[in-house]
């Protein structure tokens, strides 16, 4: 094999050409088998001719029937990807082909496409190693643990536009991971500062002010005190340029980090108008709305504990409760049909049918939901009690158990599926597995609700 680098069209061996021609006919008529093996036999020659490779996926796609986020179980795991990168230290040139044929199978697996990415650096195809991160993200944009390693590889390779567009996709899963959030600022703004470079004839670069401005606060952990005379200050800019994005988006920004709720939802819904429809930032208003609204209830529950003989003060907060559940419906169900394949949206449609006792209804959005691995764990519980709440106990049952057995360490996590799935274990009847159950957590935490009153009692019987 000659010299690996990534090559155009153009510079394709002669001897390839006609396979190369080939494979693309065989795509274009709807034949993605036989490319495949035009494509491949291409790649074993020449590597780093990343065209033939992006073919290749999509023909594996096109074979396979893959969808965007109906990835394998493997996505969760390493599936023998680990062994792969293994291999790919030792010779990552053989390593290519190998892992080439396990894509064949699944074209959007995590785990080979996580070892073609570290092949592929072994070799210096950087091209190809980011395409082989963008597979992943492009397949199964939920899998954020590896939407996170592609930004990185973004940010190493100076590409912030690309890495902010990453960090957004990956709020937009998951709107409480804090590094997505400052990564899509930081990157953003570096962005913004590239963008807005220019050169006064002499070589010197001027800086856009207010992106090197949105940078520095981006740096900095600011006291109360100081985000509240940093929203003071981006209140003056906004009256003077209402429309200017950045100023709206770090505003929004402020005021979420003094948790004034209903602020921080005006100015991320305005934020989104300006941004002509960025889906995260949408998210972002909807999720201040929501806190805004448990707030209340909570000042509301704080009231009427202090005062449990308010029946009039006890009654406004039942009422408020039912009102809130009633509304929450109605949002959660039009986020849903806005975005019908966000999985986090999907929990929260499920949560709000069951908390108003729609169980049925709940259980098919809460098993789309389960496609996030970052809530996954909370959406089997929520899965479990639904079942539950229907008299299903076995499936039941099996959803405690698939959440208990995808925890390792022993953290309040785990505690919680442990116990709940003892609870259940009682209510069937099957009396030693419950206490097997209850006996995992008190080995490590004695004072965990009543469980040394149950595993005692259990000696004692």
């Known amino acids: 094999m000659s010299e690996i680098r990534e ?35 291409i790649l074993k020659e020449q590597p780093g001719f990343l065209m033939a490779r992006k073919l290749l996926r999509q023909a594996e796609i096109n074979e396979t029937g893959a969808t965007v986020g109906a990835a394998k179980k493997s996505l969760f795991g390493g599936g023998g990807g680990g062994a792969m990168v293994r291999k790919a230290k030792k010779d990552p040139a053989a390593a290519l082909i190998e892992i080439e044929k396990e894509l064949t ?20 195809l950087l091209d190809t190693a980011a395409f ?32 902010s567009k990453i960090y957004r996709d990956i709020v937009k899963f998951d709107p409480a991971d804090g590094d997505a959030v400052k990564g899509e600022k930081d990157t953003s703004a570096k962005a913004s500062m590239k963008r807005n470079q220019s050169s006064d004839g002499g070589g010197i670069i001027k800086l856009s002010e207010e992106a090197a401005e949105l940078e520095m606060a981006s740096r900095t952990a600011l006291t109360k005190d100081q985000l509240q005379e940093k929203a003071t200050n981006l209140v003056a800019q906004y009256h003077a340029d209402q429309n200017n994005l950045i100023v709206v988006k770090d505003l929004a920004s402020t005021y979420e980090q ?24 949408q998210t972002k208003a909807d999720g201040m709305k929501d806190k805004a609204a448990s707030s209340s209830i909570s000042d509301l529950e704080a009231r009427a504990a202090a005062e449990p003989d308010n029946v009039e003060l006890q009654n406004q907060l039942q009422e408020v409760r039912q009102a809130r559940v009633s509304e929450r419906l109605v949002e959660t169900q039009a986020r849903v049909d806005s975005n019908p394949t966000d999985p986090k949206l999907r929990y929260d449609l499920g949560l709000a049918l069951y908390d108003s006792g729609q169980y049925s209804e709940a259980i ?10 970052h809530i996954r764990t909370k959406v089997l519980i929520l899965l479990g009690r639904t079942f539950d709440a229907k008299n299903m106990t076995d499936i039941a049952i099996k959803q405690f158990s698939d959440a208990n057995s995808e925890l390792v360490a022993m953290d309040n996590t785990k505690k919680e599926v442990l116990y709940e799935l003892g609870l259940i274990y009682t209510k069937a009847n099957r009396n030693e597995e ?10 490590v935490d004695y004072g965990y609700r009543d469980v040394a009153a149950r595993v005692e009692g259990s000696y004692q019987n």
């Open 434 to 443: 419950a206490i097997d159950a209850f006996k995992q957590i008190y080995e």
């Open 258 to 281: 003094l948790e004034e709720w209903q602020s921080a939802e005006q100015f991320y819904r305005w934020a989104f108008q300006l941004s002509n429809g960025d889906a995260a930032l």
């Open 364 to 373: 098919p959005h809460l098993q789309q939901a389960t496609r996030n691995p």
């Open 7 to 41: 090559i155009t069209e153009a510079e394709l061996r002669e001897d390839l050409k006609e396979h190369w021609k080939n494979a693309k006919s065989s795509v274009e008529r709807n034949n993605p088998g036989y490319a495949i093996k035009f494509l491949q036999a």
């Open 132 to 163: 082989a991160l963008e597979t992943v993200h492009k397949g199964n944009p939920e899998n954020t643990k590896m939407s996170h390693k592609l930004a990185q590889f973004y940010i190493a390779r100076d590409m912030n536009a690309e890495a």
């Open 105 to 124: 199978k699944d074209p959007f697996n995590a785990g080979f496409n996580d070892a073609l990415h570290e092949a592929a650096l072994l070799l210096n």
